[in-house]
């Protein structure tokens, strides 16, 4: 099973809110990703999870918050955002980071998220 | 430095025609590749991957052949169907020791669609 789910499935928020998304795997990964995709364009890598510390944030605005609570789980605590910021938020897992041959990634469904 | 370079699409086909996307890269160390498909209002899902030199990747009637010496690992399907409509990602991993080991470079997408 190669499964990732991704709640909620879509979200509007104003730019005062607090939320958060949710990104669950169950296949004993032990690293995670953050990714930003706006329309017509490729994801954009924001943060990664490696052994549930954080290895990697591609300069990602303070407003993005993430937090890796065990090694199945991964949220993004989104507050204060903008209008440019709605994008489809995609989450993936991988068996490790910075292993060779244990890299294939395997995506979420997506949280499409718009911000008014 | 690494990168992918994607045909411009949109790919326009009948059905049973004969598909082709090509893509190209550029890397420092030994790369992984990849072809993921992403359908429209879903997440990236793996199509099919290959780890080293003249591997052939293959899967849901998509194949893709890792040439080391053009570069390359084109997309090609024998005769494509009305729900092969997606957008299509190649993606390259550099596997060599580094501080880019693990991450996923994407190339633009081409996206196909599939008339009756």
């Known amino acids: 099973d190669t499964e990732v789910t991704q709640t909620p499935k879509h979200l509007v928020m104003g730019m005062t809110n607090k939320k958060s998304l949710k990104c669950e795997q169950h296949?004993?990964?032990?690293?995670m990703y953050w990714y930003k995709q706006k329309a017509k364009k490729p994801p954009e890598l924001m943060f990664v999870?490696?052994?549930?510390?954080?290895?990697i944030n591609e300069s990602v605005p303070s407003r993005f918050s993430p937090e890796c609570p065990n090694s199945s789980l991964l949220n993004l605590h989104l507050h204060a955002l903008q209008p440019e910021d709605s994008a489809l938020y995609l989450c993936a897992s991988s068996q490790d980071f910075g292993a060779a041959l244990q890299e294939t990634q395997y995506f979420g469904p997506g949280t499409r998220l718009l911000v008014l | 430095g690494n990168s992918v370079t994607q045909m411009e699409g949109p790919v326009t086909l009948s059905e049973e025609a004969f598909l082709t996307i090509n893509c190209t890269y550029t890397?420092?160390?030994?790369?992984?590749l990849f072809w993921y498909v992403q359908y429209p209002g879903e997440g990236l899902q793996l199509l099919l991957k290959a780890t080293k030199a003249d591997d052939k990747g293959s899967n849901k009637g998509f194949e893709a052949t890792y040439r080391k010496e053009t570069t390359s690992f084109h997309l090609e399907k024998g005769s494509v169907q009305v729900s092969d409509s997606a957008v299509y990602f190649c993606a390259l991993s550099d596997r060599s020791r580094g501080s880019t080991l693990g991450r996923l470079y994407f190339g633009r997408g081409t996206q196909l669609t599939v008339w009756p």
């Open positions: 296949m004993g990964h032990r690293a």
């Open positions: 890397a420092t160390g030994y790369p992984s």
């Open positions: 999870y490696s052994y549930e510390k954080l290895s």
